[in-house]
C-alpha cells in the first residue's frame, strides 16, 4: 500500500490532492442500460452540451470516461459541440464488470449512442486515446455509426504499441496495489508521472480506483519501485526515478479487519490475452478509414512504419492533420488538455463540422 508523502511543489507551496467531483466538466451523468433483458449491461456516460457535433470520447486502458474531463470544458470553450464520455467494458463504473473487451467495444458503443439518441444521432466525432483510439478506429471502420463524419486517433499506434506489449506487466508488477486513501492515489499518479496534470488526476483518478474493506487477515503488497520502467506506448505512463530507494521495504502490510482501502478498479493483468487484438491492424485500418481524421501522438517516434509511409506520400494524411505533443506522457489529454483541445477544435473548424464560440472569434 501507497503511502509516500509528496505535499509539496518545488517551491514549498501546499499542493492539494483531493478528489474533484465530475461536477464541475460536465452537465450530467447517466446509466444507460443495453443489451437483452436478462443480461444487461449498464454504462456509465457523463455528457456537456446540447448543440452542434456529438464528440464520442474512448478513454484508454485503465482509465475511465473521466479522463477526458478537462478537455471537455476546454473543447467546451473553443466550439459548440456535444460531448458524450463512456466508461468502456469493465472500466470505471460498468456494471456486469469483466476483462472481456474484445470485440465487444464495437457493439458496446454503436449500442450506447443508439440507446442516447436513437436512431437518427447528430453528426459523431469519434475521438479515441490508446484502446479507445482502436475502438475508435474499429468502429468507424466498420461504419457502426452511419452519421460520423471525423475520426480522431490519439497516441494509438499499431506498431510501438505491439512492441511495447512485453513492458506492461513489469508496469503493473511495479505499481502500487492498494492506497489508504483516494488522495494518495491522485497524488502518487501526479508523482509517478501517470498524470502530469494535477487538476486533470484530480477528477480522473476517482474513475480508475475504489475503496475497498480489508477482510479479516488480509494483507497488502508493497509495491517497491521499479525504476526507469516507462510504458509510455501502452495505456499507462510509469516513471518513478524521483522515488526514494525502498529496496529494503516491508513486501507486505498488515491491515486490521474493516480497514478501508483502494484498489484498482480493473486488473489489466488479466486481459493480457486480449492485448494483441487491441492494436493489430489498427494503422492501417486509420489510413483507409474514409473520413477527415486527425492523428496526435506525444512523440514524434510513435510513428510506425505504416503510418511513417503514409505521411511521407501524403495520400491519406492530409497536411496539418497531424500533430505531435511533447513533452507528456500517453495520457495525453490529460497532461495537455489545452492543446488537445486546440487542435481537435481546429479539426473541426477546418472541415465545418462546429461552429467557433463567439467569443473565441476573432
Not at 49 to 72: C, I, K, N, R
Not at 109 to 114: E, G, M, Q, W
Not at 322 to 345: I, M, N, R, T, Y
Request: glycine share 8%; aromatic share 8%; proline share 4%.
Amino acid at each position: 500500500m501507497w503511502e509516500e508523502n509528496f505535499d509539496t511543489d518545488e517551491v514549498g507551496h501546499k499542493l492539494d490532492y483531493s478528489p474533484v467531483s465530475w461536477r464541475e466538466y460536465f452537465d450530467q451523468m447517466e446509466d444507460v442500460s443495453v443489451g437483452p433483458s436478462d443480461s444487461r449491461d449498464v454504462f456509465k456516460v457523463y455528457k456537456a452540451g446540447s448543440e452542434g457535433p456529438l464528440l464520442v470520447l474512448l478513454h484508454g486502458g485503465g482509465h475511465s470516461a473521466l479522463s477526458w474531463a478537462v478537455f471537455t470544458t476546454a473543447i467546451s470553450s473553443r466550439v459548440t459541440c456535444r460531448v458524450l464520455a463512456m466508461d468502456l467494458r469493465g472500466h470505471g463504473e460498468h456494471l456486469q464488470h469483466c476483462c472481456k473487451l474484445w470485440p465487444r467495444p464495437f457493439s458496446d458503443v454503436a449500442n450506447v449512442i443508439k440507446a442516447c439518441y436513437g436512431e437518427a444521432p447528430p453528426p459523431i466525432v469519434l475521438v479515441g486515446h490508446g484502446v479507445g483510439g482502436a475502438i475508435a478506429v474499429h468502429t468507424a471502420s466498420n461504419a457502426l455509426l452511419p452519421t460520423t463524419v471525423g475520426l480522431v486517433a490519439i497516441d494509438v499506434v499499431e506498431g510501438s504499441a505491439m512492441e511495447a506489449l512485453h513492458s506492461i506487466q513489469n508496469f503493473l508488477k511495479g505499481r502500487p496495489k492498494s492506497f489508504k486513501s483516494m488522495d494518495h492515489a491522485i497524488e502518487w499518479s501526479v508523482k509517478s508521472g501517470q498524470i502530469r496534470n494535477l487538476e486533470s488526476a484530480r477528477v480522473s483518478v476517482v474513475g480508475q480506483i475504489i475503496r475497498c474493506e480489508v477482510e479479516e487477515t488480509d494483507t497488502l503488497e508493497q509495491a517497491s519501485p521499479v525504476t526507469g520502467v516507462v510504458v509510455e506506448r501502452n495505456e499507462e505512463f510509469y516513471d518513478q526515478s524521483y522515488v526514494n530507494d525502498k529496496e529494503d521495504a516491508a513486501s507486505e502490510v498488515s491491515l486490521s479487519h474493516g480497514q478501508g482501502v483502494y484498489k484498482w478498479r480493473i486488473d489489466l493483468s488479466k486481459s493480457e490475452k486480449y492485448w494483441d487484438g487491441w492494436f493489430r491492424g489498427t494503422s492501417n485500418l486509420f489510413l483507409a478509414c474514409n473520413l477527415p481524421k486527425l492523428l496526435l501522438l506525444a512523440g514524434i517516434d510513435r510513428l510506425d512504419r505504416d503510418l511513417t509511409i503514409g505521411q511521407m506520400q501524403g495520400e491519406t494524411l492530409l497536411p496539418g492533420t497531424q500533430f505531435v505533443l511533447s513533452p507528456c506522457g500517453h495520457a495525453v489529454q490529460e497532461d495537455k488538455p489545452e492543446k488537445v483541445a486546440e487542435a481537435v477544435s481546429s479539426f473541426l473548424l477546418r472541415h465545418k463540422f462546429a461552429e467557433a464560440r463567439r467569443e473565441t472569434r476573432r
